[in-house]
Every structure is written in structure tokens, then in C-alpha cells.
């Protein structure tokens, strides 16, 4: 009977509108034939989290079972969690303070996400659906396995990690069938006398540990768990040193909200590829009905809700399809919907459809929110209101739900057919696919940027998964930009590169040189507008530059130069990626000695330096300027100067300033919120010490980039801090980025441009201030910026560099007075001459000494005293210590925007020929000894 309840017969509750909810969970639980939800909007995927508000729960959440349970013509995988229950159990084994176990509250809601997620894996991979639909979590079982390793917040000791990978190496072996039939004891019995003492040895031992090793390397789990976008900032690079830190997450100090979220994620990468359709994967199409989780009664007490926002957030940030209906359920109304109101069951339009309105609205980004959609829990009807009857029996029909049938493809019978069929053209596939191998060349193509196989660019560079083209270039590929310019610079270095070999050929006694510039953005991310590739080109320019006057000189043992231009993607983030080319490139090339360009202090520039240092390859960074640099690698110099340096030229203009009574002796510290942005995390800690140490009053104030990186704190946007900064009395100093600095300007325009703050902004503004277009845009807000180079210089200029950049780049000239006017030309002229200077010197005091990476990079250390190296950026020494990697006192300048016109310089700090500083100057820096 429809009324019946499934204990005793007691008659269950009916609620009003009740099948409107089953309605609604029906079309939330079936799986489209093609794509996935929401159907109803082409190209959006996902699933909302399913709200439930109200009393009633469990009698609600029964029916919902059977439901589920009864569904045709199969049961839709379905697994309720009780979440005062399961909180009350972490609390009860883990809470108490004298046990051994004790766990603190925010790691006992770490231990509460990981028994939920396993209880849901466990319901998800038994055969209760059929075997056909079971799960395999081998993401999730092998990070809960590590988790479960150890339960202490101790320091391991230095056995830990071999220990760890040992009883890896048997949980592995143990389940394979095979290892585990080899393996036994009497297998090995039957095994001893009767086949060889080195088959014995191989096939018993050997052969394990070697297949483990493999394994270790190719398996899908592990290497996911390298390259998931949790706990990586400090992972230390091996799977290993990855593992440990899983196994002692306490004494680390991991952050237990990121071991949950790294949970979530393997749990949901396992469903997602348990559901991932492919022609070959009949099980992955049987699958009709998505997975069902009910977590009952959220409350902040059991931390319910936390969990449901750890989902949205793990959503977010992977930005793939989660094959999972998360269902919730709460007395009271949630808090944290973000503005997304309770519905009622019987809106006008109906709460899924409002839903989907908003899935074809959203833009790039959702919010946490956006997930949620809350439906309130209908009022139950007594047994004597005349509505009684009709919602019963209307329930009871809409409780009928109906999935998809699998289609007849999928069935055993269908897979002998085809298997048959298959068979019998296998002949004439093999030898239609050996005689068309178009497909192999449009793969090609698309892996390698669109270049064919016979292209000399081809081999070295390819194709991210965010469009970027990255790699290294010789031959003058533009890495698919579209930009003029950019493809101009690259073939004018293409050409040279050529020159350079012919020169070599003609005399072998001038000793070939290759530099590999490497710059951070070559080539936009798809559906991006790139707006760095003007430094990224000047940047070339000027090694360029540096280049054509190498090949123009004569001498007999004067090296001839080629640059290999790189890319590694925007933010870097494919460096690491880049310098492993170029190692394969150097046991080819013998003539490989150095890295230049480098651009952008951030995480994963770190990393590319780390792995370049790995490689054997010195390097010169041409606009890095954060202090932690020089001591990430000892084969790492930059032409920079530090931050702190920066921030001490700063606050000494300001307090020049103060004197002349334009400012109160009041800062404000601007800066990125962006944790992977170590360039602008370091110069405000040392512009907050620099103002402070000068007697400022400090406020620091974090602002959220646009784009946000993961894991960015919340704080306000650049709108925000540009109104906020009208007003303030002090000076407003940024040490962010150009993009950014350029929406503050625009907020702070609109709104007090008629009396503007004082805006003094860190070197990276130069790329704001160099272009001409942009410095107009926003004519009543003058600021100020420091600069690594005198400022405003034009080609007419006479100097080394401008002269030949004049000769190279005309129609470059002719566009832009005041080209390469931020200095990225001028440090990438010097970084490619310091190469150039430390060669000269190697061969005039060890002419036989081969031009190798370590020779050069030792040569690069005497650049110091009479050996300085006057620069178009300034003087160019190190000091003459071991350890001075960075150039001393190295020149800073001062420049102001006003409008349209070119920035004027104030003054400079610093060494340039026989000119001195300006007066405030903070003291020079002197050299260690």
C-alpha cells in the first residue's frame, strides 16, 4: 500500500506537494545519453547541492530511500549519513584531551570528512548495485591508506620513508592476483627444484620490486596525487617525500581543511572516471543514475555544513563534472546560501529551472553559493484534511522514480557481437590505418602548436591544456601569437641564429655560445587577451640587441652568440616543464651554457629555478627582485635589484617628501592577496620594515587580483582599494602588479580625480607607465614608480643599446618615441652581456678551458670591481664575494606620470658612470667581505 510505512506497517506521513520533490530528484538522479547535467543548458555541467529545509527529516529521508532503492529498472546508488552520529563517534574516540589519539576540533572535522567519504566508497564499490556499477576508489583508498598509516603528531625519524614505501610496495603486491599466487608459500614450494636458482630469484623478488618501481611511476593514482592542486606548494617533488607528509599531516602542520579538500577530490576523480564514457568502456555507459549522498541533519555544531562547503569549493576549483547528488538536510535555514533564497516546492518557475537560468547566466567564476540550491521540506497533511488522499496516492506514483535503461550496445550479448565483428575487419582497419596516417599528423599538429613534423620548431615545442604554446623556439616560432611584433623580434633572432652558425662553420676558432632567453608569456591562454607580451618582446629585443653586436665583432677568438628563445606559460607555470627540454636539447647541444629572462617572482618561478639548477645551467634573471631568490640557487644571479633595496629607496623618497611638506608621514602598504605571488608578499614585508624604520606610521592593506588563484584569501578588489585610497593623507605606496595597480587607478579616477592620494607604485608599474596608450587613459591621476633603469629613453639616444635597436627594429623605433621606456630591453641587453663579459674573461685567463655551464658560471662571480660591467642599467658588480649574487647599489630610479606625457625622473639611487644619486638616497650598499 502506498500509505504503509516499511516498520510494522505503520502508515508513514504523507507531505503536500511531496511529489514535486520526487519529481524533482528523479530528473537530478538520471544520467542524460549524451553529456551530462543540466541538459537543459547546452555546454554547462553540474549538479546542485540539494537543500532540504525543515522538520520532518527523517520520515522525509525514509522515503527518499525507498525511492531511491525501488527505482526502474534498477536501484540508483544511494547512501544516507546520519551527521550527528558520525560527529559524535570522532568526538567520542578522538576528542578526549588525556588520550593518546586526541585529535584537535579543527582535525577531528579532517577525521569526520575522511570516515564519510570512506563510508561512501564503501557503499559506492560493493555489489549491491550489481558488479557492473561498482566503483573502484583508487585515489581515495590510496590517500585514506597513508592517512591511516600513522596516528601521531611526532617527527619521523630517517627510516620513515623507506618503511613507508615498503609496506606501499606489499599493499601493492598483495593486490594483484598474480604477485599474491606467486608469493604464496606454496607456490614457492612447488616452485623450489623445479625451475632454475636465477628464475626462482627473479621471478619470486626481482621481478616485484622492478614491476612496483614501474608502477610507482605509470600508475593513475600516484600520479594524480602529484599533480592534484592541493598540498603542492610545499611538496618537496618525489611521491615519497609526498607520501611521508601524508602519513605525518600533524607534525607537519598541514592545513587539516586541505587534506579534506584533497580527500574530496580523489573521491570525486574516482567517480568521475567510474563514469567517464568511452567506446571501449561498456561499464561507464551502463551507468544511468548518478550517486546519492543524503547527509542528514547539518548543523554548525557537527560541522555539516563546513563539509557541504568543502564540496563547493573542491567543485570550484577543479572545474569538472562531479557525477554525485549531494542531498542535505537542516531544521532551521542555512546561513551560508549566499543570497539564494529557500524555495518553495510549488515556485512559479520551479526552483530547478531558476537554477538552470542561473547556470546559463554565470560568467567564468562561481561562487561558493552557487552551488546550493534550498528547497524547503513541505508541511505534512493530517489524515482528516480532504487534500489527504490526493497527495498520498499522488506521492506514491511520483515515488516511482525512472532511470535511463542502458543501452542495448552495453549488454554482454551486444560486447560478443561486436567483439566478432571486430575480428573479422581487423585486416582491413590495420591496413587502411597504415596507409592514412592523417589523423597521426592532425594529432601531431595539435600537440605541437599547428607545426608540422618537418618543422625545425616542432620537437621542442607543444601544447598545454590551457592553449599556451611553450618550449623553446630556434628557429623562430612565434608560439601561436598573432602579435606583429612579437613574430618580427622572433624571426630577426631566427636569422641571427643562422648568421652565428655560418660565422662558426667559416671559423671553428670562434667558439659557438647559445643563451636560452626564458620568458614567462609568450603566447596567451585560449580565450585570454594577452597584455604582457609587450615586455616579453622588448625583452627579446634587447637580447637581441646584445647578440648583433657579438656577431659584429671580428676577433679571432670572440664567441658568436645564438639565442634560443622559451616560453613557459603565464605565471611560469610551465618552467619546470621548460628546462627539462632544454636538458634534452643540451646532450645534443654541447653549446647550451646559460638561462636568461625569468620573469615574475612567483611560486613556480622557484621551481623552474630549482629545476635549472638541477640541469647544470647557470642563470641571469633580468626583472626579478624578490630577496629569497639568490638563495633558491647557488648558479643564480639577476641584474635586478632587491626588493628590500626598493623598499629602502621608497622610503627614503618619502621621506624626502615629509621635508618638503607634500605628505604626512602616513603609508599605506597595497598588496596582492595572491599566495603564489611571492614578488609582491616580499616587497611589502620589506616596504612595512623600510617605512617603519623611517619613522612612517604602516597599514597594510591585501586586495584580491583578477584574476584570483586558488586558495586566495577573501579581502577586498582592486575597485575597493582605488575608492578607499581617496582621501587618505599619506602616501598610497603598491607593490602589486601593473594590471592591477591599473584598476586601482581607474576606481581612484572615478572617484576623487579632481584630488587625488599620493600613489607611488614598485618596479613592476613600469610596464604601465612604458605604454603610451594607457598612461593617457587616466589624465587626472598623476603617480609615481620606481624603475630598474633612468627612465624615459628613446632610439636616438646614443648608447650600445639603442643605436643597434634602431639598426634591428626600425619600424619599432618609428612607432613608440619612447620604446623599451620600462627597461625590460636594457636588463635583458646587460643579462646577455654579463654572459658575454664572462667568457671574454675565461678565455683571456684560461683560454683552454671549454666553455662549459660551470665554467661560465664561475666566471660569472669575478664580475666585480675594475671588472664591472657598465651597463645600460646601471653598474653591474658583485661584490666579489661567493655568495653575492646580486648586483650592489644597483640603480633605481624615480619616474613620474602625468597624463599623455612621458614620465619624468625625479631623481635616481644608485651607481650610473660618474653620476651620483640624488640626495635623500638611502647608504650605499657596501660589498661583504
Same mark, same amino acid.
Given at each position: 500500500?502506498?500509505?504503509?510505512?516499511?516498520?510494522?506497517?505503520?502508515?508513514?506521513?504523507?507531505?503536500?506537494?511531496?511529489?514535486?520533490?520526487?519529481?524533482?530528484?528523479?530528473?537530478?538522479?538520471?544520467?542524460?545519453?549524451?553529456?551530462?547535467?543540466?541538459?537543459?543548458?547546452?555546454?554547462?555541467?553540474?549538479?546542485?547541492?540539494?537543500?532540504?529545509?525543515?522538520?520532518?527529516?527523517?520520515?522525509?529521508?525514509?522515503?527518499?530511500?525507498?525511492?531511491?532503492?525501488?527505482?526502474?529498472?534498477?536501484?540508483?546508488?544511494?547512501?544516507?549519513?546520519?551527521?550527528?552520529?558520525?560527529?559524535?563517534?570522532?568526538?567520542?574516540?578522538?576528542?578526549?584531551?588525556?588520550?593518546?589519539?586526541?585529535?584537535?576540533?579543527?582535525?577531528?572535522?579532517?577525521?569526520?570528512?575522511?570516515?564519510?567519504?570512506?563510508?561512501?566508497?564503501?557503499?559506492?564499490?560493493?555489489?549491491?548495485?550489481?558488479?557492473?556499477?561498482?566503483?573502484?576508489?583508487?585515489?581515495?583508498?590510496?590517500?585514506?591508506?597513508?592517512?591511516?598509516?600513522?596516528?601521531?603528531?611526532?617527527?619521523?625519524?630517517?627510516?620513515?620513508?623507506?618503511?613507508?614505501?615498503?609496506?606501499?610496495?606489499?599493499?601493492?603486491?598483495?593486490?594483484?592476483?598474480?604477485?599474491?599466487?606467486?608469493?604464496?608459500?606454496?607456490?614457492?614450494?612447488?616452485?623450489?627444484?623445479?625451475?632454475?636458482?636465477?628464475?626462482?630469484?627473479?621471478?619470486?623478488?626481482?621481478?616485484?620490486?622492478?614491476?612496483?618501481?614501474?608502477?610507482?611511476?605509470?600508475?593513475?593514482?600516484?600520479?594524480?596525487?602529484?599533480?592534484?592542486?592541493?598540498?603542492?606548494?610545499?611538496?618537496?617533488?618525489?611521491?615519497?617525500?609526498?607520501?611521508?607528509?601524508?602519513?605525518?599531516?600533524?607534525?607537519?602542520?598541514?592545513?587539516?581543511?586541505?587534506?579534506?579538500?584533497?580527500?574530496?577530490?580523489?573521491?570525486?576523480?574516482?567517480?568521475?572516471?567510474?563514469?567517464?564514457?568511452?567506446?571501449?568502456?561498456?561499464?561507464?555507459?551502463?551507468?544511468?543514475?548518478?550517486?546519492?549522498?543524503?547527509?542528514?541533519?547539518?548543523?554548525?555544531?557537527?560541522?555539516?555544513?563546513?563539509?557541504?562547503?568543502?564540496?563547493?569549493?573542491?567543485?570550484?576549483?577543479?572545474?569538472?563534472?562531479?557525477?554525485?547528488?549531494?542531498?542535505?538536510?537542516?531544521?532551521?535555514?542555512?546561513?551560508?546560501?549566499?543570497?539564494?533564497?529557500?524555495?518553495?516546492?510549488?515556485?512559479?518557475?520551479?526552483?530547478?529551472?531558476?537554477?538552470?537560468?542561473?547556470?546559463?547566466?554565470?560568467?567564468?567564476?562561481?561562487?561558493?553559493?552557487?552551488?546550493?540550491?534550498?528547497?524547503?521540506?513541505?508541511?505534512?497533511?493530517?489524515?482528516?484534511?480532504?487534500?489527504?488522499?490526493?497527495?498520498?496516492?499522488?506521492?506514491?506514483?511520483?515515488?516511482?522514480?525512472?532511470?535511463?535503461?542502458?543501452?542495448?550496445?552495453?549488454?554482454?550479448?551486444?560486447?560478443?557481437?561486436?567483439?566478432?565483428?571486430?575480428?573479422?575487419?581487423?585486416?582491413?582497419?590495420?591496413?587502411?590505418?597504415?596507409?592514412?596516417?592523417?589523423?597521426?599528423?592532425?594529432?601531431?599538429?595539435?600537440?605541437?602548436?599547428?607545426?608540422?613534423?618537418?618543422?625545425?620548431?616542432?620537437?621542442?615545442?607543444?601544447?598545454?591544456?590551457?592553449?599556451?604554446?611553450?618550449?623553446?623556439?630556434?628557429?623562430?616560432?612565434?608560439?601561436?601569437?598573432?602579435?606583429?611584433?612579437?613574430?618580427?623580434?622572433?624571426?630577426?633572432?631566427?636569422?641571427?641564429?643562422?648568421?652565428?652558425?655560418?660565422?662558426?662553420?667559416?671559423?671553428?676558432?670562434?667558439?659557438?655560445?647559445?643563451?636560452?632567453?626564458?620568458?614567462?608569456?609568450?603566447?596567451?591562454?585560449?580565450?585570454?587577451?594577452?597584455?604582457?607580451?609587450?615586455?616579453?618582446?622588448?625583452?627579446?629585443?634587447?637580447?637581441?640587441?646584445?647578440?648583433?653586436?657579438?656577431?659584429?665583432?671580428?676577433?679571432?677568438?670572440?664567441?658568436?652568440?645564438?639565442?634560443?628563445?622559451?616560453?613557459?606559460?603565464?605565471?611560469?607555470?610551465?618552467?619546470?616543464?621548460?628546462?627539462?627540454?632544454?636538458?634534452?636539447?643540451?646532450?645534443?647541444?654541447?653549446?647550451?651554457?646559460?638561462?636568461?629572462?625569468?620573469?615574475?617572482?612567483?611560486?613556480?618561478?622557484?621551481?623552474?629555478?630549482?629545476?635549472?639548477?638541477?640541469?647544470?645551467?647557470?642563470?641571469?634573471?633580468?626583472?626579478?627582485?624578490?630577496?629569497?631568490?639568490?638563495?633558491?640557487?647557488?648558479?643564480?644571479?639577476?641584474?635586478?635589484?632587491?626588493?628590500?633595496?626598493?623598499?629602502?629607496?621608497?622610503?627614503?623618497?618619502?621621506?624626502?617628501?615629509?621635508?618638503?611638506?607634500?605628505?604626512?608621514?602616513?603609508?599605506?602598504?597595497?598588496?596582492?592577496?595572491?599566495?603564489?605571488?611571492?614578488?609582491?608578499?616580499?616587497?611589502?614585508?620589506?616596504?612595512?620594515?623600510?617605512?617603519?624604520?623611517?619613522?612612517?606610521?604602516?597599514?597594510?592593506?591585501?586586495?584580491?587580483?583578477?584574476?584570483?588563484?586558488?586558495?586566495?584569501?577573501?579581502?577586498? =578588489?582592486?575597485?575597493? !582599494?582605488?575608492?578607499?585610497?581617496?582621501?587618505?593623507?599619506?602616501?598610497?605606496?603598491?607593490? =602589486?602588479?601593473?594590471?592591477?595597480?591599473?584598476?586601482?587607478?581607474?576606481?581612484?579616477?572615478?572617484?576623487?580625480?579632481?584630488?587625488?592620494?599620493?600613489?607611488? =607604485?614598485?618596479?613592476?608599474?613600469?610596464?604601465?607607465?612604458?605604454?603610451?596608450?594607457?598612461?593617457?587613459?587616466?589624465?587626472? !591621476?598623476?603617480?609615481?614608480?620606481?624603475?630598474?633603469?633612468?627612465?624615459?629613453?628613446?632610439?636616438?639616444?646614443?648608447?650600445?643599446?639603442?643605436?643597434?635597436?634602431?639598426?634591428?627594429?626600425?619600424?619599432?623605433?618609428?612607432?613608440?618615441?619612447?620604446?623599451?621606456?620600462?627597461?625590460?630591453?636594457?636588463?635583458?641587453?646587460?643579462? !646577455?652581456?654579463?654572459?658575454?663579459?664572462?667568457?671574454?674573461?675565461?678565455?683571456?685567463?684560461?683560454?683552454?678551458?671549454?666553455?662549459?655551464?660551470?665554467?661560465?658560471?664561475?666566471?660569472?662571480?669575478?664580475?666585480?670591481?675594475?671588472?664591472?660591467?657598465?651597463?645600460?642599467?646601471?653598474?653591474?658588480?658583485?661584490?666579489?664575494?661567493?655568495?653575492?649574487?646580486?648586483?650592489?647599489?644597483?640603480?633605481?630610479?624615480?619616474?613620474?606620470?602625468?597624463?599623455?606625457?612621458?614620465?619624468?625622473?625625479?631623481?635616481?639611487?644608485?651607481?650610473?658612470?660618474?653620476?651620483?644619486?640624488?640626495?635623500?638616497?638611502?647608504?650605499?650598499?657596501?660589498?661583504?667581505?
Amino acid at each position: 500500500m502506498a500509505g504503509l510505512g516499511r516498520n510494522g506497517g505503520n502508515v508513514a506521513p504523507v507531505f503536500a506537494h511531496a511529489d514535486l520533490l520526487f519529481q524533482l530528484l528523479g530528473k537530478l538522479v538520471s544520467r542524460p545519453k549524451k553529456t551530462e547535467l543540466p541538459g537543459e543548458v547546452p555546454r554547462r555541467d553540474g549538479i546542485p547541492i540539494l537543500s532540504l529545509v525543515g522538520d520532518h527529516q527523517d520520515a522525509l529521508a525514509e522515503q527518499i530511500e525507498q525511492a531511491l532503492n525501488e527505482a526502474e529498472p534498477r536501484a540508483v546508488p544511494y547512501q544516507p549519513v546520519d551527521m550527528e552520529r558520525e560527529w559524535d563517534k570522532v568526538v567520542d574516540e578522538r576528542g578526549d584531551e588525556q588520550a593518546a589519539n586526541y585529535l584537535d576540533p579543527a582535525w577531528q572535522r579532517a577525521e569526520l570528512c575522511r570516515r564519510i567519504l570512506v563510508e561512501l566508497a564503501s557503499r559506492y564499490s560493493s555489489d549491491r548495485y550489481g558488479s557492473d556499477r561498482r566503483v573502484r576508489f583508487r585515489r581515495l583508498g590510496l590517500v585514506n591508506w597513508l592517512l591511516e598509516l600513522s596516528d601521531t603528531a611526532q617527527e619521523p625519524d630517517s627510516q620513515h620513508g623507506r618503511a613507508v614505501l615498503r609496506r606501499l610496495r606489499d599493499r601493492e603486491l598483495e593486490r594483484r592476483r598474480f604477485f599474491g599466487f606467486m608469493r604464496s608459500p606454496s607456490t614457492e614450494v612447488a616452485l623450489q627444484g623445479t625451475v632454475p636458482w636465477w628464475a626462482y630469484i627473479l621471478g619470486l623478488h626481482l621481478l616485484p620490486v622492478f614491476w612496483f618501481r614501474v608502477w610507482r611511476g605509470l600508475g593513475r593514482e600516484f600520479r594524480w596525487l602529484l599533480h592534484q592542486p592541493y598540498m603542492a606548494p610545499a611538496d618537496p617533488g618525489t611521491f615519497i617525500g609526498f607520501a611521508v607528509r601524508l602519513t605525518q599531516p600533524r607534525w607537519g602542520r598541514e592545513d587539516p581543511q586541505q587534506i579534506s579538500k584533497l580527500l574530496i577530490a580523489a573521491f570525486l576523480q574516482d567517480l568521475r572516471v567510474a563514469y567517464r564514457r568511452r567506446p571501449w568502456r561498456r561499464r561507464a555507459h551502463r551507468r544511468t543514475a548518478y550517486c546519492v549522498a543524503f547527509l542528514q541533519g547539518l548543523s554548525e555544531r557537527n560541522g555539516g555544513p563546513e563539509l557541504v562547503r568543502l564540496f563547493a569549493e573542491v567543485r570550484n576549483d577543479i572545474g569538472a563534472f562531479d557525477p554525485l547528488l549531494l542531498v542535505t538536510s537542516r531544521a532551521d535555514d542555512p546561513p551560508d546560501t549566499g543570497g539564494m533564497r529557500v524555495r518553495e516546492l510549488t515556485d512559479n518557475p520551479a526552483p530547478y529551472d531558476v537554477w538552470c537560468e542561473q547556470v546559463r547566466s554565470a560568467g567564468g567564476g562561481r561562487p561558493v553559493q552557487f552551488w546550493y540550491l534550498p528547497v524547503r521540506i513541505p508541511a505534512t497533511v493530517p489524515e482528516d484534511d480532504e487534500r489527504y488522499e490526493i497527495q498520498r496516492d499522488g506521492s506514491a506514483i511520483a515515488r516511482r522514480l525512472s532511470v535511463p535503461r542502458p543501452p542495448a550496445w552495453t549488454r554482454r550479448a551486444s560486447a560478443v557481437v561486436a567483439g566478432t565483428v571486430a575480428l573479422a575487419v581487423l585486416g582491413g582497419t590495420v591496413g587502411y590505418a597504415l596507409a592514412h596516417r592523417s589523423d597521426d599528423r592532425a594529432d601531431w599538429k595539435r600537440q605541437h602548436c599547428g607545426l608540422s613534423r618537418d618543422h625545425p620548431d616542432a620537437e621542442t615545442v607543444w601544447q598545454e591544456k590551457t592553449g599556451e604554446c611553450v618550449g623553446v623556439s630556434p628557429h623562430g616560432f612565434a608560439f601561436g601569437s598573432t602579435d606583429e611584433r612579437v613574430r618580427d623580434t622572433l624571426a630577426t633572432i631566427a636569422e641571427q641564429n643562422k648568421e652565428a652558425k655560418r660565422l662558426h662553420e667559416a671559423d671553428p676558432k670562434r667558439p659557438l655560445v647559445t643563451l636560452v632567453h626564458l620568458s614567462a608569456l609568450l603566447s596567451a591562454p585560449t580565450g585570454q587577451k594577452n597584455s604582457a607580451l609587450s615586455y616579453a618582446r622588448e625583452q627579446l629585443q634587447g637580447a637581441a640587441s646584445a647578440q648583433r653586436r657579438q656577431l659584429d665583432k671580428s676577433g679571432a677568438a670572440q664567441p658568436v652568440l645564438r639565442i634560443f628563445p622559451a616560453g613557459a606559460g603565464s605565471g611560469m607555470r610551465y618552467g619546470a616543464d621548460v628546462a627539462d627540454r632544454i636538458e634534452q636539447m643540451m646532450k645534443r647541444d654541447a653549446s647550451i651554457v646559460g638561462v636568461t629572462g625569468l620573469d615574475q617572482s612567483r611560486k613556480a618561478t622557484i621551481t623552474t629555478i630549482d629545476r635549472l639548477t638541477q640541469v647544470g645551467l647557470p642563470m641571469v634573471a633580468t626583472t626579478l627582485s624578490a630577496d629569497s631568490l639568490p638563495g633558491e640557487s647557488s648558479l643564480y644571479y639577476q641584474v635586478s635589484p632587491l626588493n628590500r633595496r626598493e623598499a629602502a629607496v621608497a622610503a627614503a623618497y618619502a621621506g624626502h617628501l615629509v621635508d618638503r611638506e607634500e605628505l604626512k608621514k602616513r603609508v599605506r602598504v597595497v598588496y596582492s592577496l595572491d599566495p603564489t605571488d611571492e614578488y609582491s608578499q616580499n616587497l611589502r614585508e620589506d616596504a612595512a620594515a623600510s617605512f617603519e624604520a623611517a619613522g612612517f606610521d604602516v597599514e597594510e592593506q591585501g586586495y584580491v587580483p583578477t584574476p584570483a588563484a586558488p586558495d586566495t584569501p577573501s579581502g577586498p =578588489g582592486t575597485q575597493a !582599494v582605488g575608492q578607499e585610497a581617496c582621501g587618505y593623507q599619506g602616501l598610497i605606496f603598491f607593490a =602589486g602588479r601593473s594590471e592591477d595597480f591599473e584598476s586601482i587607478l581607474g576606481a581612484t579616477n572615478d572617484t576623487c580625480g579632481s584630488t587625488p592620494p599620493v600613489l607611488l =607604485g614598485g618596479d613592476d608599474v613600469a610596464r604601465l607607465g612604458a605604454d603610451p596608450v594607457q598612461r593617457k587613459a587616466y589624465p587626472r !591621476v598623476p603617480y609615481e614608480f620606481l624603475d630598474f633603469t633612468v627612465g624615459s629613453t628613446s632610439c636616438d639616444d646614443p648608447s650600445d643599446l639603442y643605436s643597434t635597436m634602431k639598426e634591428l627594429f626600425p619600424e619599432e623605433c618609428r612607432r613608440v618615441k619612447d620604446t623599451s621606456l620600462d627597461g625590460h630591453a636594457a636588463l635583458a641587453f646587460d643579462a !646577455v652581456n654579463l654572459y658575454l663579459n664572462a667568457i671574454s674573461r675565461l678565455k683571456d685567463t684560461a683560454p683552454g678551458v671549454p666553455l662549459t655551464p660551470s665554467a661560465v658560471w664561475h666566471a660569472l662571480s669575478q664580475i666585480h670591481g675594475s671588472a664591472a660591467l657598465d651597463g645600460e642599467s646601471g653598474l653591474i658588480d658583485f661584490g666579489g664575494a661567493v655568495d653575492q649574487r646580486v648586483p650592489l647599489d644597483k640603480l633605481i630610479s624615480v619616474q613620474r606620470v602625468e597624463g599623455a606625457q612621458r614620465p619624468e625622473q625625479l631623481g635616481f639611487c644608485g651607481k650610473r658612470g660618474d653620476k651620483e644619486g640624488a640626495a635623500w638616497c638611502p647608504p650605499a650598499e657596501k660589498p661583504r667581505r
